[in-house]
């Protein structure tokens, strides 16, 4: 199966950036989407923003709108969450995810997950 690593993740001032990494352990991410999703206690999972590999289309979402890139490195088999601006609540746990073919909104249409990475965001 697929195996996902996550780096990244720590703490924050409000207004600084952090940037989540999340690399395919023995298995390129050809052919498969990526998601990140973040999910604060008691909370649903929310999806904040997703690449189609092969052709790097992006999506996002209004809440982190001008403020959270996705992007990836072929090269390395790397997705990337370019986290800018950041505010308090932006704080919860930040996971990637992969499915085959495109990217959806729902956490329950990804099969493979990372361990998750801490993003907590200071005032």
């Known amino acids: 199966q697929v195996q996902l690593v996550q780096s990244g993740g720590g703490l924050v001032q409000a207004g600084g950036s952090l940037r989540l990494s999340c690399a395919a352990s023995r298995h390129t991410f050809t052919n498969y989407a990526i998601g990140w999703f973040r999910q604060a206690p008691g909370k649903e999972r929310e999806f904040v923003g997703g690449i189609t590999y092969s052709g790097g289309i992006t999506y996002d979402v209004d809440s982190v709108k001008g403020r959270f890139t996705v992007s990836r490195d072929i090269a390395s088999n790397t997705v990337y969450l370019q986290m800018n601006r950041l505010k308090p609540e932006d704080t919860a746990i930040y996971y990637c995810?992969?499915?085959?073919?495109?990217?959806?909104?729902?956490?329950?249409?990804?099969?493979?997950w990372g361990q998750g990475t801490q993003v907590t965001v200071s005032s």
């Open positions: 995810a992969a499915r085959s073919p495109l990217v959806v909104t729902r956490a329950e249409g990804y099969p493979y």
